[in-house]
């Protein structure tokens, strides 16, 4: 089950062209902390999908003008196949599942959900996707340390909580990826974050500007790569096999490597002195079938 400072962090998108279906499902999830953005048609929220990629769940109606739940659908599989969804109509659920099984639709509820019904849905889309506050606090702890010991001038801080997201977008212009796998897990570690962030931490390996964009990106490779090293050891000293893969680059909105299972990604926000925009560290952890039937501890 997702601890509270998971739930603070992540977003919930409603969708429901009828304000009393609305609020009732708002009065479910404000109470619980999570951040709700509420859009009355299919074409307004993909319009809110298209300003955030930040979300953890959706819930749609089916029926509604301009652009219904069906259509809504279409488009949200097309560009996020993951993004777990909850259709909650007042049409029979037997045939919505019938008519929805190609846009692999989660879950169906009957209107008004019920809460111990809402309850199991969410559990069952993000409580598996729970990564340790453990883990979070580890990854937080690199971060900063690396960051810190290049450029102490950068004073770098956690800057909000902790969130659940779906690719595949990156978060970030320049984007570092470094993928950990072994027998029984696969982990791609992305940090990312804009052009200044990077030549600030460039400066620090090099201890001058870097003087080309191919330094700029050796440097942030190497500065990702020292800290895909550390996860990957903390990896191994809790048991799991595995292997680091050689870091790439990527100056782009899209990532599927990001995209690559259903679970959720982990998104770790940081800010630092006279720098407006933030940078991210993202964690993606697929398990796999483990020939030791014991947990893997990297996840709750």
């Keep these: ?22 609020a009732l499902l708002n009065h479910y999830f404000q109470p619980r902390g999570y951040q709700v953005s509420m859009a009355t048609s299919g074409r307004e929220a993909l319009e809110v999908l298209k300003s955030d990629s930040n979300f953890a769940l959706v819930v749609t109606d089916i029926n509604m003008p301009d652009l219904d739940g069906i259509d809504l659908l279409k488009q949200v599989r097309y560009s996020r196949p993951n993004l777990p969804v909850i259709v909650s109509s007042g049409r029979d659920p037997a045939e919505l599942k019938q008519e929805l099984g190609r846009f692999n639709v989660n879950w169906i509820s009957q209107k008004p959900p019920q809460k111990d019904v809402l309850d199991s849905y969410i559990n069952d889309a993000l409580g ?126 899209r990532m599927e490597v990001m995209n690559s299972s259903a679970k959720a990604i982990l998104a770790l926000p940081y800010k630092a002195l006279g720098i407006n925009e933030l940078f991210y560290a993202q964690l993606h952890i697929q398990r796999k079938e483990p020939e030791d039937p014991r947990p893997v501890e990297t996840r709750a």
Aim: net charge negative; with cysteine.
């Design 1 to 22: 089950m997702l601890d509270e400072e998971l739930i603070r962090g992540s977003k919930i998108l409603i969708v429901d062209d009828a304000e009393a279906d609305r």
């Design 128 to 253: 598996k996707n729970h990564y340790s506050p453990e883990l979070r606090t580890f990854i937080n702890d690199l971060v900063l340390g690396a960051m810190g010991s290049t450029d102490n001038s950068l004073k770098p801080e956690i800057a909000g909580l902790p969130f659940l997201r779906f690719g595949p977008e990156l978060l970030g212009d320049i984007c570092v990826v470094v993928a950990i796998y072994g027998k029984d897990i696969d982990a791609s570690l992305v940090l990312g974050g804009p052009m200044t962030w990077w030549n600030r931490i460039a400066t620090g390996f090099l201890g001058k500007h870097a003087t080309s964009s191919t330094s700029l990106y050796d440097c942030a490779g190497e500065f990702t790569n020292g800290v895909a090293t550390k996860l990957r050891n903390h990896f191994l000293s809790r048991g799991h096999t595995s292997n680091q893969a050689p870091q790439y680059v990527v100056r782009s909105e």
